[in-house]
């Protein structure tokens, strides 16, 4: 359906997931892992918002690099020297109330065993709150790739595929209006969808237009 859609977008595969689509909002970001393992530091931190893709682009990642997914929080608990034999590593949500002094730890074991360590956050570590100065110094220190909120296009494509998952069909042009009015961002595109599914589900319609201008409406939006 997106392919249908004739919107130039290069689809990834990830592990076992859907295409991750390519676009301005997120090249720079994949254009590191595109470099991988060939990085200036030990780590890199991929900040960008809630539903921004930073899950699916990790996926990507480890499907490249064979490198072992873990949530931040889950450091504490693990065995670092034996983590860091992984062939890479991808730390998720590290802004979330991640243990400092593991992560330190682990960004010193990485940088002395030569392994490259992917770290998502919301935000670049500039705005993180970190009490540790050594591991503030050393994150401010990674390179950071940042994805912005998606264009018109892209947007678009993610709320076909969306409607697709769903089993639903929607036209170019109810794509095209639903992306113009709603929130530019991920999150926003799946609570649209789906408000769409069971506003058509429990009145018997079909995706049309007017059915999405209720649900822009019903989103705080102006139809």
């Not at 060939?38 to 918002?49: E, F, K, Q, R, Y």
């Not at 993180?128 to 678009?156: E, N, Y």
Request: aromatic letters at 4%; a neutral charge.
């Amino acid at each position: 359906m997106i392919r249908q859609l004739a919107l130039e977008l290069a689809p990834r595969t990830a592990l076992g997931r859907e295409d991750f689509l390519v676009a301005p909002a997120n090249a720079k970001a994949v254009a590191w892992i595109d470099r991988w393992p060939d990085w200036p530091a030990s780590a890199l931190v991929v900040a960008g918002p809630e539903g921004s893709g930073k899950s699916h682009l990790v996926q990507v990642y480890a499907a490249r690099t064979g490198a072992r997914v873990l949530p931040a929080q889950s450091l504490a608990a693990l065995d670092l020297p034996e983590l860091v034999r992984s062939p890479a590593l991808a730390i998720e949500d590290a802004d979330r109330m991640a243990p400092e002094r593991p992560l330190l730890h682990l960004l010193n074991l990485a940088a002395e065993t030569g392994i490259r360590v992917l770290i998502t956050a919301r935000a670049a570590p500039a705005r993180w709150s970190v009490g540790l100065p050594d591991l503030r110094s050393r994150l401010l220190a990674l390179p950071v790739a940042t994805i912005d909120p998606p264009d018109d296009a892209l947007l678009a494509a993610v709320l076909a595929k969306l409607f697709a998952d769903r089993q639903l069909r929607v036209g170019a042009e109810a794509l095209a209006y639903l992306a113009g009015r709603i929130e530019r961002s991920f999150q926003a595109a799946a609570e649209a969808v789906a408000r769409a599914d069971a506003r058509a589900l429990s009145s018997k319609r079909n995706l049309s237009i007017a059915l999405l201008r209720e649900v822009i409406a019903e989103m705080g939006g102006e139809p």
